[in-house]
């Protein structure tokens, strides 16, 4: 489904040269939960920007769902990115729109017709469970709320992918569980596959079926989780999982 090869990305920074992802290679099966976990700076986010193009990669072929990424013209770049949504830490609401309209926000951008455009609003909104609020605006919502109305958003184009970025390192742990259930279930409902770049070692065990830990630009384990994370090999995973850590 998501087959990243040999991906490389370096960055020009004032103190010279960055390699922020190095030679990285993975797939993600379809329907899978794929977290990415690593220290800061890892190339965590970067790699993750890298599977739509919001980062371009120096080298590396990017291919979702059978379709290479890296030759598209911009035009059908464009169309190929309405399979895949993104959530981040801050939510990205607008906060000038009620919830309904930030949800059909995708839905106008891709040109869906107005009078078809509640449907698939209210479809999302309900998998959230956040049909009641549809006529707030941002500034009256919680956390989890906000970032329930970004997952709603995300969705309503009904993409195959979800990539999520930090999606509860701002909320309490309790609303942490709950976003989490929410990512489960459009995976479980829906079939989406989503992939999660975490720090939190109580996300990643609870929701991946497997993760991926970086370090230093590079992919240095996959780790299963179904299988006793204990068979962890490398010594950062064995202090991530063995060790009860977290980052
Ligand atoms: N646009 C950019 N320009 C220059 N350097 C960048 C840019 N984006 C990221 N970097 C650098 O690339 C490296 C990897 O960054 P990235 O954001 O991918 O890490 P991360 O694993 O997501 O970290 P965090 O857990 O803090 O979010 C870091 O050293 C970062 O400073
Ligand atoms: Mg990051």
Same mark, same amino acid.
């Given at each position: 489904?998501?087959?990243?090869?040999?991906?490389?990305?370096?960055?020009?920074?004032?103190?010279?040269?960055?390699?922020?992802?190095?030679?990285?290679?993975?797939?993600?099966?379809?329907?899978?939960?794929?977290?990415?976990?690593?220290?800061?700076?890892?190339?965590?986010?970067?790699?993750?920007?890298?599977?739509?193009?919001?980062?371009?990669?120096?080298?590396?072929?990017?291919?979702?769902?059978?379709?290479?990424?890296?030759?598209?013209?911009?035009?059908?770049?464009?169309?190929?990115?309405?399979?895949?949504?993104?959530?981040?830490?801050?939510?990205?609401?607008?906060?000038?729109?009620?919830?309904?309209?930030?949800?059909?926000?995708?839905?106008?951008?891709?040109?869906?017709?107005?009078?078809?455009?509640?449907?698939?609003?209210?479809?999302?909104?309900?998998?959230?469970?956040?049909?009641?609020?549809?006529?707030?605006?941002?500034?009256?919502?919680?956390?989890?709320?906000?970032? @329930?109305?970004?997952?709603? +958003?995300?969705? %309503?184009? !009904?993409?195959?992918? #979800?990539?999520?970025?930090?999606?509860? =390192? *701002?909320?309490?742990?309790?609303?942490?569980?709950?976003?989490?259930?929410?990512?489960?279930?459009?995976?479980?409902?829906?079939?989406?596959?989503?992939?999660?770049?975490?720090?939190?070692?109580?996300?990643? @065990?609870?929701?991946?079926? +497997?993760?991926? %830990?970086? !370090?230093?630009?590079? #992919?240095?384990?996959?780790?299963?989780? =179904? *299988?006793?994370?204990?068979?962890?090999?490398?010594?950062?995973?064995?202090?991530?999982?063995?060790?009860?850590?977290?980052?």
């Amino acid at each position: 489904m998501i087959q990243l090869n040999n991906i490389n990305k370096t960055y020009k920074t004032s103190s010279g040269l960055l390699k922020a992802v190095d030679a990285v290679s993975v797939h993600i099966e379809k329907g899978e939960v794929f977290g990415f976990i690593g220290f800061s700076g890892a190339g965590k986010s970067t790699l993750l920007r890298c599977i739509n193009l919001l980062e371009r990669p120096d080298e590396g072929g990017v291919q979702v769902d059978g379709e290479d990424f890296t030759g598209l013209s911009k035009k059908e770049l464009l169309k190929q990115r309405q399979k895949i949504g993104m959530i981040f830490q801050n939510y990205n609401l607008l906060q000038n729109a009620n919830v309904f309209d930030n949800v059909a926000f995708p839905l106008e951008i891709a040109h869906v017709p107005k009078e078809s455009r509640r449907e698939h609003v209210e479809k999302s909104l309900a998998i959230v469970d956040l049909s009641e609020k549809a006529r707030d605006y941002p500034a009256k919502l919680s956390g989890g709320q906000k970032q @329930r109305v970004a997952i709603a +958003r995300a969705i %309503v184009t !009904e993409p195959k992918i #979800l990539l999520c970025d930090e999606p509860t =390192s *701002a909320l309490d742990p309790q609303t942490t569980q709950s976003i989490l259930e929410y990512l489960k279930r459009v995976n479980q409902d829906l079939g989406i596959t989503v992939v999660i770049v975490t720090h939190e070692m109580e996300a990643a @065990r609870h929701v991946c079926d +497997r993760v991926a %830990v970086m !370090e230093h630009g590079k #992919l240095i384990e996959t780790v299963t989780m =179904s *299988a006793s994370s204990s068979l962890a090999q490398s010594d950062l995973a064995k202090m991530l999982f063995v060790d009860g850590g977290g980052i």
